[in-house]
């Protein structure tokens, strides 16, 4: 039985219109562990989201395999099992959306929303033991049972979010993909549904891919990290490894970039020449390093492999080894 | 003129909006004032009138909004109440996007996609600068350096969308800065960016604030960034200031206890790793038939009934420039941490 409940190798998502290739995901390679959190990093348009949905199946991945082991200890290739298959193990991976003003029929009541995969799964379940998995998870997710009846409009983002999550979680999944599930949310509201994802995942044992732009969130939440930059995997490590140890300088410049709510904190940021590279159009060789400032020579020519320097740190950057990186450094002051 | 010229001076605002449910108090007396210099940060989640008061000191809010009280705002022709200028008159244009300017929260909505990004950046300065064309076009791309656009002459003549998200935060900074505003209004500047863009724009905002020597009303709700850009922050609830103080006495002496939930609930990377958050229960209720009392009372683990669900709690110095409004406060009965949900 394998040891990991989810790998992903060498996952590609390219999309093609008439001349140009975007490649959206390139080479994406990690595994989760049963009850691990992962977080994925990286700004907008590095391919977070599309590897979230190419997991998960949403969207149907150019090449590469997800395995996922399930209950029984069989390990299945998700991506290429047939539709007979894929409904039964649909089940047990699930997804939570980023937007929970969109991710919600603003036409169904919360109790058809919760129900919807039930339905979809257990044609034969009846409407009154629908009723009472759907009341359960409400309570679960902290929603007042009596406010089932309601449409999505007459609740906050908050309340929103968490139908959302009851819905993926009705189903009893094993593993659960949360696209950006609190940067929609106020600051005091988000806290709320972090320590929700929390005591879920506690509770049922569930496994997360946590997908964020927001580092200090990935931070608290997981246990292991990747960084993301223009749809390939440029660092992945244990949260703390990588946090304090960062081998990839884009990681670096990200962690000091990071604001921190203390007006104490002086900040040593390291300046990013130019912008995001179009990815239609990605530099030769490595695809950072036309912003980078440790560049030389062979980084214009070849692009870095993706290798693992340290136990469980994997990094793609051809001088990963010699660059003595900065780690994010913050000591906490003494409250008054 | 000594040191601390106020630049503008809010007293007891109040903004209603009438809709066909009711009337909507979005804005309950809020009172601030901003000396020359400063940056004040305003704070508050989404729906605490923290943009209405922004727009009312522009006199751009909708025709369905009634305000009420004083904004006194020290122009180049001495004070002047904003609120009391016809909105479309002489006076309020000629401060408007000249003395008084502001930066919104999504820049790529800001553009308008027909006109090249010169253009529109240009407007602001033929009408209040200079209408000779080449001067201004001049003086425009001048400013589009500062902001940091690279290749400012090619890029005058550019469209909206061939700019990335940060580059065109950077134009709409270098709109509302080409006059060379006594205030600035940013709201939500980088709530749209990513964190490597967000801490060069708001370098960026800090250093020409120093070179211009002007005001900034700071608005969002990530203590990250306002941690690094105020002085002084406002701490807004419904529709009301709860607290306002130095930005090391909000940090690590927050007295309400909305502001200490809210300070609590951030997670800071690198110090130790709690198991769960603080987190403020409930959430803000609609400001409509607001029940009398502490707009904060239900949420609030102080409360003191017959009290705080009776009377408006009134502002109280409690520290040098910090002010709180909460009975509990007021009282001694609410010491220590926030409330762990």
Same mark, same amino acid.
């Given at each position: 039985m394998s040891e990991y409940i989810l790998e992903v190798k060498n996952l590609y998502k390219e999309y093609t219109s008439k001349k140009i290739t975007v490649k959206a995901v390139t080479d994406i390679s990690f595994s989760i562990k049963k009850g691990e959190t992962v977080g994925i990093v990286g700004e907008s348009g590095c391919g977070k989201t599309t590897l979230g949905r190419c997991i998960v199946r949403g969207i149907p991945a150019t090449r590469g395999q997800v395995l996922y082991t399930a209950e029984d200890g069989v390990t299945y290739d998700f991506l290429s099992i047939d539709k007979k298959k894929l409904k039964e193990l649909r089940k047990e991976i699930q997804m939570i959306f980023q937007d929970p003003y969109s991710s919600l029929? %603003?036409?169904?009541?919360v109790l058809d929303i919760i129900t919807e995969p039930l339905k979809a799964n257990f044609p034969k379940m009846k409407r009154s033991e629908m009723e009472v998995r759907a009341s359960e998870m409400a309570l679960k997710v902290g929603l007042n049972p009596s406010y089932l009846k309601r449409y999505p409009h007459a609740f906050s983002g908050g309340q929103r979010q968490r139908i959302g999550i009851a819905r993926a979680l009705v189903l009893n999944p094993r593993v659960i993909v949360c696209d950006e599930p609190v940067s929609a949310l106020d600051v005091s509201i988000q806290a709320q549904v972090i320590n929700l994802l929390k005591d879920l995942q506690k509770e049922f044992g569930l496994t997360y891919i946590f997908i964020s732009h927001d580092l200090s969130v990935v931070e608290h939440i997981s246990d292991k990290v990747g960084v993301m930059y223009l749809g390939k995997m440029v660092e992945f490590a244990e949260t703390e490894a990588l946090f304090s140890k960062p081998l990839h300088p884009y990681t670096e410049a990200l962690l000091s970039s990071v604001p921190v709510a203390d007006p104490t904190y002086k900040m040593n940021r390291i300046p990013l020449r130019? !912008? +995001? %590279?179009n990815p239609a159009n990605p530099p030769s060789g490595c695809y950072f390093h036309e912003r980078c400032s440790y560049c030389i020579d062979i980084c214009k020519k070849d692009a870095p492999e993706y290798r693992e +320097? !340290?136990?469980g740190h994997f990094v793609a950057c051809h001088r990963a080894e010699e660059l003595k990186l900065k780690g994010f450094t913050y000591d906490e002051p003494e409250a008054i | 003129m000594d040191g601390k010229e106020t630049i503008v001076k809010v007293n007891n605002l109040h903004i209603n909006i009438s809709m066909d449910e009711g009337i909507l108090t979005a804005v309950r007396g809020v009172s601030f004032h901003i000396d020359r210099g400063e940056t004040l940060g305003l704070v508050g989640e989404s729906g605490c009138g923290k943009s209405l008061t922004c727009k009312a000191i522009l006199a751009i809010n909708d025709r369905k909004c009634s305000t009420s009280g004083e904004i006194l705002f020290n122009s180049d022709e001495g004070e002047v109440d904003i609120l009391k200028l016809p909105p479309k008159g002489q006076e309020i244009r000629n401060i408007r996007g000249k003395q008084i300017s502001m930066i919104f929260q999504e820049p790529m909505v800001c553009f308008s996609p027909l006109y090249t990004i010169g253009d529109q950046i240009n407007e602001c300065t033929r009408l209040h600068i200079t209408k000779d064309k080449k001067k201004s076009r001049e003086i425009t791309i001048d400013m589009m350096k500062k902001v940091g656009i690279a290749n400012a002459e090619k890029r005058y003549d550019q469209y909206p969308h061939e700019f990335s998200g940060g580059m065109l935060q950077r134009a709409l900074i270098a709109m509302a800065l080409v006059c060379r505003p006594k205030l600035l209004i940013a709201d939500e500047p980088t709530t749209a960016l990513d964190v490597t863009i967000q801490a060069q724009i708001l370098e960026l905002i800090k250093e020409l604030q120093k070179e211009l020597k002007m005001s900034v009303l700071f608005v969002t709700h990530d203590l990250g960034t306002v941690a690094r850009m105020c002085d002084r922050v406002a701490v807004m609830y419904l529709g009301k200031i709860v607290e306002t103080g130095p930005v090391e006495e909000i940090y690590f002496n927050p007295r309400h206890p909305y502001t200490k939930g809210l300070i609590g609930s951030v997670h800071k990377i690198g110090s130790k790793r709690k198991e769960r958050l603080e987190s403020i229960e409930g959430t803000v209720p609609l400001a409509m038939n607001l029940p009398p009392g502490c707009g904060f009372y239900d949420r609030c683990h102080c409360r003191i009934d017959g009290v705080c669900n009776v009377k408006d709690p009134e502002p109280v110095e409690v520290g040098p420039g910090h002010i709180v409004s909460c009975h509990a406060v007021e009282r001694k009965t609410c010491e220590g941490g926030a409330n762990i949900e």
């Amino acid at each position: 039985m394998s040891e990991y409940i989810l790998e992903v190798k060498n996952l590609y998502k390219e999309y093609t219109s008439k001349k140009i290739t975007v490649k959206a995901v390139t080479d994406i390679s990690f595994s989760i562990k049963k009850g691990e959190t992962v977080g994925i990093v990286g700004e907008s348009g590095c391919g977070k989201t599309t590897l979230g949905r190419c997991i998960v199946r949403g969207i149907p991945a150019t090449r590469g395999q997800v395995l996922y082991t399930a209950e029984d200890g069989v390990t299945y290739d998700f991506l290429s099992i047939d539709k007979k298959k894929l409904k039964e193990l649909r089940k047990e991976i699930q997804m939570i959306f980023q937007d929970p003003y969109s991710s919600l029929d %603003p036409r169904m009541t919360v109790l058809d929303i919760i129900t919807e995969p039930l339905k979809a799964n257990f044609p034969k379940m009846k409407r009154s033991e629908m009723e009472v998995r759907a009341s359960e998870m409400a309570l679960k997710v902290g929603l007042n049972p009596s406010y089932l009846k309601r449409y999505p409009h007459a609740f906050s983002g908050g309340q929103r979010q968490r139908i959302g999550i009851a819905r993926a979680l009705v189903l009893n999944p094993r593993v659960i993909v949360c696209d950006e599930p609190v940067s929609a949310l106020d600051v005091s509201i988000q806290a709320q549904v972090i320590n929700l994802l929390k005591d879920l995942q506690k509770e049922f044992g569930l496994t997360y891919i946590f997908i964020s732009h927001d580092l200090s969130v990935v931070e608290h939440i997981s246990d292991k990290v990747g960084v993301m930059y223009l749809g390939k995997m440029v660092e992945f490590a244990e949260t703390e490894a990588l946090f304090s140890k960062p081998l990839h300088p884009y990681t670096e410049a990200l962690l000091s970039s990071v604001p921190v709510a203390d007006p104490t904190y002086k900040m040593n940021r390291i300046p990013l020449r130019g !912008e +995001i %590279p179009n990815p239609a159009n990605p530099p030769s060789g490595c695809y950072f390093h036309e912003r980078c400032s440790y560049c030389i020579d062979i980084c214009k020519k070849d692009a870095p492999e993706y290798r693992e +320097i !340290e136990e469980g740190h994997f990094v793609a950057c051809h001088r990963a080894e010699e660059l003595k990186l900065k780690g994010f450094t913050y000591d906490e002051p003494e409250a008054i | 003129m000594d040191g601390k010229e106020t630049i503008v001076k809010v007293n007891n605002l109040h903004i209603n909006i009438s809709m066909d449910e009711g009337i909507l108090t979005a804005v309950r007396g809020v009172s601030f004032h901003i000396d020359r210099g400063e940056t004040l940060g305003l704070v508050g989640e989404s729906g605490c009138g923290k943009s209405l008061t922004c727009k009312a000191i522009l006199a751009i809010n909708d025709r369905k909004c009634s305000t009420s009280g004083e904004i006194l705002f020290n122009s180049d022709e001495g004070e002047v109440d904003i609120l009391k200028l016809p909105p479309k008159g002489q006076e309020i244009r000629n401060i408007r996007g000249k003395q008084i300017s502001m930066i919104f929260q999504e820049p790529m909505v800001c553009f308008s996609p027909l006109y090249t990004i010169g253009d529109q950046i240009n407007e602001c300065t033929r009408l209040h600068i200079t209408k000779d064309k080449k001067k201004s076009r001049e003086i425009t791309i001048d400013m589009m350096k500062k902001v940091g656009i690279a290749n400012a002459e090619k890029r005058y003549d550019q469209y909206p969308h061939e700019f990335s998200g940060g580059m065109l935060q950077r134009a709409l900074i270098a709109m509302a800065l080409v006059c060379r505003p006594k205030l600035l209004i940013a709201d939500e500047p980088t709530t749209a960016l990513d964190v490597t863009i967000q801490a060069q724009i708001l370098e960026l905002i800090k250093e020409l604030q120093k070179e211009l020597k002007m005001s900034v009303l700071f608005v969002t709700h990530d203590l990250g960034t306002v941690a690094r850009m105020c002085d002084r922050v406002a701490v807004m609830y419904l529709g009301k200031i709860v607290e306002t103080g130095p930005v090391e006495e909000i940090y690590f002496n927050p007295r309400h206890p909305y502001t200490k939930g809210l300070i609590g609930s951030v997670h800071k990377i690198g110090s130790k790793r709690k198991e769960r958050l603080e987190s403020i229960e409930g959430t803000v209720p609609l400001a409509m038939n607001l029940p009398p009392g502490c707009g904060f009372y239900d949420r609030c683990h102080c409360r003191i009934d017959g009290v705080c669900n009776v009377k408006d709690p009134e502002p109280v110095e409690v520290g040098p420039g910090h002010i709180v409004s909460c009975h509990a406060v007021e009282r001694k009965t609410c010491e220590g941490g926030a409330n762990i949900e």
